[in-house]
Antibody, heavy 117, light 111 residues
Framework: QVQLVESGGGVVQPGTSLRLSCAAS????????MNWVRQAPGKGLEWVAL????????EYADSVKGRFTISRDNSKNTLYLQMNSLRAEDTAVYYC??????????WGQGTPVIVSS | QSALTQPRSVSGSPGQSVTISCTGT?????????VSWYQQHPGEAPKLMMY???KRPSGVPDRFSGSKSGNTASLTISGLQAEDEADYYC???????????FGGGTQLTVL
């Protein structure tokens, strides 16, 4: 069955970096685009970044553009999110999700990121 | 770009029906039949309940139905059950650079 497992979250200070990973299994990873979506404490869902199946290009929310980079390694069935210059407002649970058509049909359980001094 | 507009909360008694609305613009909900709905229980990941406005993924009860009129999409849950109590988020494809836009979420309470 489809499984997405995020890792790499933690507590970091403002201005530092963190790299999240999302290990995919149970489907042809290289055939699907992938999203990162985050949820701040007590808040709603916010789309963060998208990468198409070929991995040539990422697209980003304004709030993270220039600071975050989405990438993938299809040989390892793994999605990444490199987060630089972290801010307090980046504190959230980060989910990876599989794109299927025009929807996200499977989501991981999320990894928490806390940016605090 | 502002989030899609959802009511903050709705409620209903077991067995009743409730409808959650999701209002966007002619650039997102009104432009495409690519509206999805997600259910999220506390502490859990979102779960896809409806996609392409009115298509149910395998395993989702037929008590859940979706529709759209103009710039507003709706999720209707009939025969409410206790386990339906959760947060619900709508999501639409958009022709702006963000590609994807979420609603602010609706808390469903089963009385």
């Amino acid at each position: 069955q489809v499984q997405l497992v995020e890792s790499g979250g933690g507590v970091v200070q403002p201005g530092t970096s963190l790299r999240l990973s999302c290990a995919a299994s149970g489907f042809s990873f290289s055939s699907h685009g992938m999203n990162w979506v985050r949820q701040a404490p007590g808040k709603g869902l916010e789309w963060v970044a998208l990468i198409w199946y070929h991995g040539n290009k990422g697209e980003y929310a304004d709030s993270v553009k220039g600071r975050f980079t989405i990438s993938r390694d299809n040989s390892k069935n793994t999605l990444y999110l490199q987060m630089n210059s972290l801010r307090a407002e980046d504190t959230a649970v980060y989910y990876c999700a599989r794109i299927n058509g025009y929807t996200d049909d499977y989501w991981g359980q999320g990894t928490p990121v806390i940016v605090s001094s | 770009q502002s989030a899609l507009t959802q009511p903050r909360s709705v409620s209903g008694s077991p067995g009743q029906s409730v409808t959650i609305s999701c209002t966007g613009t002619s650039s997102d909900v009104g432009a495409y039949n690519y509206v999805s709905w997600y259910q999220q229980h506390p502490g859990e990941a979102p779960k896809l309940m409806m996609y392409d406005v009115n298509k149910r993924p395998s395993g989702v009860p037929d008590r859940f139905s979706g529709s759209k009129s103009g710039n507003t999409a709706s999720l209707t849950i009939s025969g409410l059950q206790a386990e339906d109590e959760a947060d619900y988020y709508c999501c639409s494809y958009t022709d702006t650079y963000t590609d994807v836009i979420f609603g602010g979420g609706t808390q469903l309470t089963v009385l």
